[in-house]
């Protein structure tokens, strides 16, 4: 079990947002083309209307993140050893060289829990 549940970890690919958190192609253009930061914000709340996001900045701005271009969901974060962001991630493992989040959180905690039977 206690390999098994490695196995699954580091193999498990970790969870990504769905394409609905993605920008539409023109919206897209247009905020990269805007330089100010409140009219980039008025195209970031026009798009997540529909989505679900109950989680801000400090300032009640939509999370954005650059490098995916996508809208952030909730507990949603960029890792930038995996250079992806991550649903519900909680930290980048050396052990398993992968990041622990949504869909592979049980088998790491598995992972961890035999490995403390097993030593």
Request: contains cysteine.
């Amino acid at each position: 079990m206690f390999v098994w549940s490695y196995w699954k970890a580091i193999f498990s690919h970790p969870a990504t947002p769905s394409a609905e958190f993605f920008l539409p192609k023109s919206d897209k253009e247009q905020y990269e083309r805007e330089e100010r930061p409140e009219a980039q914000q008025v195209i970031l709340k026009r798009v997540a209307r529909e989505l679900p996001l109950y989680t801000r900045t400090a300032t009640g701005a939509i999370r954005y993140c650059d490098r995916c271009q996508l809208i952030k969901p909730d507990r949603c974060h960029h890792c930038s050893a995996c250079d992806m962001c991550v649903l519900k991630m909680d930290h980048h493992c050396p052990w398993v060289n992968n990041c622990v989040g949504f869909s592979n959180y049980k088998f790491f905690l598995l992972f961890l829990l035999y490995s403390m039977i097993y030593c």
